[in-house]
C-alpha cells in the first residue's frame, strides 16, 4: 500500500491551496491520517492528523487556524486545505496512515507513507 500525495505547487503568500491523499492499492482500516512537512536539512515536521472516523482533527501551532484537514472515508481521500499561506510553509508535505493511539504528532505511529509533495511559497 502506498499513499499518493497531490496538490502542491508554486503560490504566493497569501494564497490557498489543497493538498490531496489518496492510497494505491488495497487500502482497509480505521487508519489516523496525518499531514507532515519536511525541508531540506531539516527534521519532519508534525502539521496535523485526522483521527479514525474523522472525528476528531489536531493541527501543529504553526498552522492552527490556517490549515483544515478533512477526510471522504468512503473514497480514502484525506485533504489537507492551506490557507493564507506564508513563506515558512514551504516545504514536501507528506501524508501517512497509522493505527492506535498516543501522540499522534509522532512520525513513528504512521505505517504508511507517501512520497511527498512540494509545495512552495514565494513572496
Known amino acids: 500500500v502506498q499513499l499518493v500525495e497531490s496538490g502542491g505547487g508554486l503560490v504566493q503568500t497569501g494564497a490557498s491551496l489543497r493538498l490531496s491523499c489518496a492510497p494505491s492499492?488495497?487500502?482497509?482500516?480505521?487508519?489516523?491520517m496525518g499531514w507532515f512537512r519536511q525541508n531540506q536539512g531539516k527534521e519532519r515536521e508534525f502539521v496535523g492528523v485526522?483521527?479514525?472516523?474523522?472525528?476528531?482533527?489536531y493541527y501543529a501551532d504553526s498552522v492552527k487556524g490556517r490549515f483544515t484537514i478533512s477526510r471522504d472515508n468512503a473514497n480514502n481521500m484525506v485533504y489537507l486545505q492551506m490557507s493564507s499561506l506564508k513563506i515558512e510553509d514551504t516545504a514536501v508535505y507528506f501524508c501517512?496512515?497509522?493505527?492506535?493511539?498516543?501522540?499522534?504528532?509522532?512520525?513513528?505511529?504512521?505505517?504508511?507513507w507517501g512520497q511527498g509533495t512540494q509545495v512552495t511559497v514565494s513572496s
Open positions: 492499492g488495497r487500502f482497509v482500516g480505521s487508519y489516523n
Open positions: 485526522i483521527t479514525w472516523p474523522g472525528a476528531n482533527t
Open positions: 501517512a496512515a497509522g493505527l492506535g493511539g498516543g501522540d499522534l504528532s509522532r512520525s513513528n505511529l504512521y505505517t504508511y
